[in-house]
């Protein structure tokens, strides 16, 4: 069964041909970059809703001819999306402004209107937390939030506000593009932190919606991340390129579809992913909220299952950008093989430099958009190896303080599936392993897990997959041990970066 699924990334456009046989096989992709446009005070960040269909479109057809498959053997299609983004549509589907992401943190003022106020608890009103955590079990904390871009949008822009119908997540969009229905996945109108999960209760809660001053005539029909949405009319198929009448699957948001992309579909598996952003997700069965690490557990396509979930914005970023570093220094553009081999050709430790990844803040295990990372302890004979290999060590010391602060509230697996564009460079298996102390699984086809769970829920959606099944279904490519010694080591270095970080939050503040 031939699935085609689309990964709507802050960086990339990943469009992914699976087959679903005893396995869910990996067919083929193609990966398009997306251009984020920010504003000049570097604070707002946006992308373009036609540039995300034209692409989709183009790729579409693409993979289609390169792999000689026709469009009527095409079973369905579904999405992977980009979560916490906002994008506002008037009654004919049209963008009223560019979408904003969820790297988008222009929206300070109106967070702190609404909870720096009155008796706080880590910064916040602490009887406003409370009654969020009662109605939603989620509560908007920190500017990238969807709900202060809304009233951005309301308060700055009123002429374009008033042309609003509907409030959006990026995946529901592009839903209504495929299908023509206004909707919201199950995990999107959680992540609003307007989705009323009281018990016996469901759907919408307009009482936190009129609290945050939100439109509820603004939130459309809430539906299934499993459901089938609608089929594609002649005029989409026409456009991508498939049959008329295909079905179209809603999916999810990356959290859930990256889980189950990595076949962790069973209670306290843990895994890591570091892509653009890095997160560390391990799968609960119950609400889970912990403002003193900002970690949350957030609705999926599983009705039994949540996924407690930590971000760092820069992970792969940081790598990007040490890449494109280096090359800049003797006008060379360094390939993943060649950055990997300079990082293997470095010691634990980059010889005392210390990296920390906050290129554009921290969301996990403290919010602050206004830290910076730090690049601290070069000297004369420090290399390009030195460099990349710091950068790479700073992120996956991130990744364990994370781990350990999930720890704390939760049981972890003692074996971490690693997902991402970075887990294809084998190196970093082994560094993650050694810091974090666990062993590090790495999945087949790494970079599009997004797009393989995805592919798993257009199955259950048509009746072909179990959520069972999904562990088996999914294939494991290298497996990394640590090893003692080097253990011992970032053991001493991760106090250091620990350390680096308590003082460079004092000088944010």
């Known amino acids: 069964m031939y699935l085609m699924t689309y990964d709507i990334g802050t960086s990339f456009i990943k469009t992914t041909l699976t087959n679903v046989t005893d396995k869910i096989e990996f067919v083929g992709a193609t990966v398009v970059g997306t251009h984020n ?23 579409t ?36 402004r560019p979408p904003m992401t969820f790297l988008d943190r222009r929206a300070d003022k109106e967070f702190k209107e609404y909870f720096d106020t009155g008796l ?131 999916g999810a948001g990356d959290v859930s579809m990256v889980a189950i992309g990595c076949g962790n579909t069973k209670k306290n598996m843990t895994g890591i992913y570091c892509g653009t952003s890095g997160s560390v997700c391990t799968v609960v069965h119950r609400e889970m909220q912990f403002s003193d690490i900002m970690m949350i557990s957030i609705k999926g396509p599983n009705p039994s299952q949540k996924y407690f979930y930590g971000e760092l914005e820069t992970a792969g970023k940081c790598f990007a950008w040490a ?3 280096i090359g800049k220094m003797d006008e060379t553009e360094y390939s993943y093989e060649e950055c990997a081999s300079l990082i ?38 420090t290399d390009k190896g030195d460099l990349l290999r710091a950068v790479v060590e700073g992120i996956c010391f991130h990744f364990r303080w994370m781990l350990e602060s999930q720890a704390k509230k939760c049981k972890i697996s003692d074996t971490i599936r690693f997902a991402g564009g970075l887990a294809r460079i084998n190196v970093l ?45 999914i294939e494991v490519a290298n497996t990394y041990k640590p090893d003692s010694e080097t253990h011992e080591i970032y053991n001493k270095i991760y106090q250091k970066y620990l350390a680096k970080v308590k003082s460079d939050r004092k000088l944010a503040d």
């Not at 604070?43 to 036609?50: T, Y």
Request: glycine share 8%; proline share 3%.
């Open 344 to 381: 293997s050709k470095a010691s634990p430790g980059s010889r005392g430099i210390l990296f920390t990844p906050f290129l554009h803040g921290c969301k996990t295990p403290f919010e602050n958009g206004d830290i910076r990372s730090s690049l601290s302890g070069i000297n004369l004979e």
């Open 37 to 59: 446009t920010a504003t000049e005070d570097r604070r707002g960040n946006e992308q373009n809703a036609d540039e995300w269909w034209d692409t989709i479109c183009r790729s």
């Open 120 to 250: 706080r608890i880590h910064g916040l009103n602490i009887w406003k937390l409370l009654k969020a955590i009662h109605h939603t079990k989620m509560v908007p904390v920190g500017t990238y939030h969807p709900i202060w871009k809304y009233k951005w949008v309301q308060n700055n822009e009123p002429e374009i506000f008033a042309k609003v119908r509907y409030f959006l997540d990026v995946g529901d969009y592009m839903l209504y593009k495929t299908t023509g229905r206004f909707v919201r996945t199950e995990d999107s109108a959680f992540c609003s932190a307007l989705n009323d999960c009281r018990e016996d209760h469901s759907g919408w809660s307009f009482e936190m919606a009129k609290a945050y001053g939100i439109d509820k005539s603004h939130l459309p029909e809430i539906v299934k991340c499993t459901d089938i949405i609608g089929h594609l009319s002649a005029e989409v198929a026409e456009q991508l390129g498939l049959s008329e009448g295909t079905p179209v699957i809603a």
């Open 61 to 96: 057809k693409e993979l289609l001819k390169n792999y000689s498959i026709s469009s009527d053997q095409i079973n369905g299609i579904s999405f992977c999306s980009q979560l916490s983004g906002t994008v506002l549509v008037d009654e004919n589907g049209n963008v009223v």
């Open 323 to 325: 890449r494109h570093l």
């Open 429 to 473: 298996g082994q560094i993650l392993a050694d810091i974090t102390g666990h062993t590090i699984e790495v999945v087949k086809h790494p970079q599009y897990v997004g797009a393989l769970g995805a592919s798993a829920i257009a199955a259950i959606g048509l009746g072909k997959l179990k959520f069972e099944d999904i562990h088996d279904y």
